[in-house]
């Protein structure tokens, strides 16, 4: 066991999180917007918005990340107009076409996670709802959306998840985020096995605290399932 | 379009073959997996503190690294491990390779295997408590236990998860090209580069892959229903 190569590699991987965390956090977050986007079109009376909704959803989570990056960094360029076109600044960049990928690839599975949340919300908090005089935007905004992402919470950490280990296929692309420097480091020592087990170790504690922070924000919001707080009362206070 | 037919000027035929080739990895990884899953089942419902504690992590390390990392991992540890025992049991000298089907298949058949390993430990959880008690009642030995009711019905309830599983595995041979296995993906940057047309490759790779997703979700559904046709229904 050589440590000190150990400790020497794992530094150096460390200097790929903060890429990471930029391509997860980027791209979650446009997706998620776009997720709910798109979860309320799937929902809507408005069948042709619908049935084009479905239709994303169902090519972006029937083919591999990989293909959808590949489309978007090496396809685009294949056409002229978009190299003359000022988007060209953007999609001759890994950076931004491995974000464009992830975004729209979480934004396929987190609509049909959303929408699931949403569905789940029980009829009768809505009829109340709608009963106390609450429509439209202001019953989705007090009732239908708190309580449907709360519900959808749980399989979304666990989208999060993939996320951050979908973020690796960037290395294929150039990108030297932790994937990407451990290739790097590969190349320079040839110690394929330890670096890759180091790399492991880093995704796997980013990971443990992706699931504590889901579970920590469940918890927050969540009161109605905790117990009361213990409060002291003069009374017990008398007690002793 | 002449770009994508079949023969000699086209690209049709490498295409379709490539795409045998990810179904043949796929299934190899699946049914491999199946194995692995049911193993990690058995030692997450085993009385033994450490052989669940050996199921936990490794499904614990499988679904918290990426999966590319575990693709790595077999193809630069594989070669190692195998040039290591070649050189020093069978006496060849110098570095012996592993086939990429091989690394592929066995890398993914790791991964997936532990999403199997829940999906079957959930779907061994779910068959009824007195259904056991009362083979056992009638005197059924472990293995006739297994075979008559345990396994039958376990395989019901897993179908729905197995088709998720298979259909991740699917996606995941994707990953395999950086191995350098000529599967849709590899065969398609393979064209692309030859005639400088990525967009229509790629595009023709998602298209394969869709119809494969598209026919898988169709078989299990077929599956699904056959399975439940003894099953009252609401």
Not at chain 1, 15 to 33: R, Y
Not at chain 1, 204 to 209: A, K, R
Request: hydrophobic residues 55%.
């Amino acid at each position: 066991m050589d440590i000190d190569f150990y400790w020497s590699t794992f530094l150096e991987l460390l200097t790929g999180v903060p890429l990471m965390a930029q391509l997860v956090s980027l791209s979650l977050a446009v997706g998620f917007v776009l997720a709910v986007f798109v979860a309320l079109i799937r929902l809507s009376r408005w069948r042709l918005a619908s049935g084009i909704a479905y239709g994303y959803v169902y090519v972006f989570r029937g083919t591999p990340l990989l293909v959808q990056m590949f489309l978007i960094y090496y396809g685009l360029g294949q056409f002229e107009w978009i190299r003359e076109s000022f988007l060209w600044v953007f999609l001759r960049q890994p950076y931004w076409c491995a974000i464009l990928a992830f975004t729209l690839n979480t934004g396929a599975y987190g609509s049909e996670i959303i929408r699931g949340g949403l569905q789940s919300v029980p009829w009768g908090q809505i009829e109340a709802a709608r009963a106390a005089g609450m429509s439209g935007w202001l019953l989705f905004r007090r009732i239908t959306m708190p309580i449907g992402i709360r519900q959808a919470l749980p399989a979304y950490g666990n989208e999060m998840i993939l996320m951050v280990k979908a973020t690796s296929l960037a290395s294929i692309i150039t990108m030297l985020e932790i994937t990407g420097i451990a290739q790097r480091l590969i190349s320079q020592s040839y110690r394929a096995v330890e670096i890759l087990v180091v790399a492991g170790v880093i995704y796997l504690m980013i990971n443990f605290m992706l699931t504590r922070l889901v579970k920590w924000l469940e918890h927050w919001l969540s009161p109605h399932l905790r117990d009361a707080p213990v409060v002291a009362t003069p009374a017990a206070a008398l007690a002793h | 379009m002449e770009l994508l037919s079949w023969g000699d000027k086209g690209w049709g035929d490498e295409l379709f073959f490539a795409t045998l080739m990810t179904l043949a990895v796929a299934t190899a990884a699946f049914l491999l997996g199946l194995v692995f899953g049911s193993l990690g089942a058995a030692a997450k419902l085993s009385r033994h503190g450490w052989l669940r504690a050996i199921a936990d992590g490794y499904t614990t390390i499988m679904r918290g690294v990426p999966d590319l990392l575990v693709i790595y991992l077999f193809y630069f540890g594989g070669s190692a491990l195998v040039t290591y025992v070649a050189n020093k049991w069978l006496g060849t000298s110098g570095f012996v390779g592993i086939n990429a089907f091989t690394i592929g298949a066995l890398a993914i058949a790791i991964l997936s295997g532990a999403y199997s390993t829940e999906v079957i430990r959930g779907a061994v959880l779910a068959i009824p408590k007195g259904e056991i008690e009362a083979a056992r009642a009638v005197g059924m030995s472990r293995l006739l236990l297994f075979r008559r009711i345990l396994a039958p019905q376990a395989l019901r309830y897993a179908l729905p998860g197995l088709g998720n599983v298979w259909q991740l595995a699917l996606k995941e041979t994707a990953l395999i090209s950086v191995t350098g296995l000529v599967e849709i993906m590899r065969q398609s940057t393979i064209a692309a580069g030859s005639t400088k047309k990525p967009f229509t490759f790629y595009a023709a790779a998602a298209v394969l892959y869709l119809v494969l997703t598209t026919l898988s979700t169709y078989a299990f559904q077929r599956a699904e229903d056959r399975s439940m046709r003894g099953m009252r229904r609401a």
